[in-house]
């Protein structure tokens, strides 16, 4: 007799968004890690490096709004918004310990506002491939 497959279990969303936010944060790192060389090595001008910081929190959040969202559901507020919001707060919150004397309340808010754009984004691209595929599903 074959044995009856276990549903897996929904993962909750304080889940997701841990998951969400390490995967934000990881990528961030590699990310960061990959332009430092670049500019080491004199293939980027330090110039650009307010751009590619810029480039790095967007591609993060993206991922980071990407994870959290489930697939085939989802509500873009829960799960792009409030994870990008999170994303930002604590990466704007790491660049005011690492400096506190250059605090300044619009960098941080742009940096805040970015985070929530990008996540927002990542989690709208995530629910629609995935409503695709169920239509598709549905449809045969």
Same mark, same amino acid.
């Given at each position: &007799?074959? *044995?009856?497959?276990?549903?897996?279990?929904?993962?909750? @969303?304080?889940?997701?968004?841990?998951?969400? =936010? +390490?995967? +934000? @944060?990881?990528?961030? !790192? $590699? #990310?960061? !890690?990959?332009?430092?060389? =670049?500019? *080491?090595?004199?293939?980027?001008?330090?110039?650009?490096?307010?751009?590619? %910081?810029?480039?790095?929190?967007?591609?993060?959040?993206?991922? /980071?709004?990407?994870? $959290?969202?489930?697939?085939?559901?989802?509500?873009?507020?829960?799960? +792009? #918004?409030?994870? +990008? =919001?999170? @994303?930002?707060?604590?990466?704007? #919150?790491?660049?005011? &310990?690492?400096? %506190?004397?250059?605090?300044? @309340?619009?960098?941080? #808010?742009?940096?805040?506002?970015?985070?929530?754009?990008?996540? %927002?984004?990542?989690?709208?691209? *995530?629910? /629609?491939?995935?409503?695709?595929? /169920?239509? *598709?599903?549905?449809? %045969?």
């Amino acid at each position: &007799m074959p *044995k009856k497959r276990k549903k897996a279990k929904p993962e909750k @969303f304080s889940e997701r968004l841990i998951t969400g =936010l +390490g995967a +934000g @944060f990881i990528s961030a !790192a $590699v #990310l960061l !890690a990959v332009f430092a060389l =670049l500019i *080491k090595n004199d293939i980027l001008d330090i110039d650009a490096s307010t751009w590619i %910081t810029v480039a790095v929190n967007i591609i993060s959040a993206l991922i /980071c709004g990407m994870v $959290v969202t489930a697939k085939g559901q989802g509500n873009i507020i829960k799960s +792009g #918004l409030l994870p +990008g =919001l999170v @994303f930002g707060i604590i990466i704007a #919150l790491l660049s005011i &310990m690492v400096k %506190t004397e250059a605090f300044s @309340f619009n960098a941080s #808010l742009k940096i805040v506002l970015i985070s929530a754009a990008g996540s %927002t984004i990542g989690s709208i691209v *995530k629910l /629609c491939n995935s409503n695709k595929k /169920c239509r *598709k599903q549905h449809r %045969t």
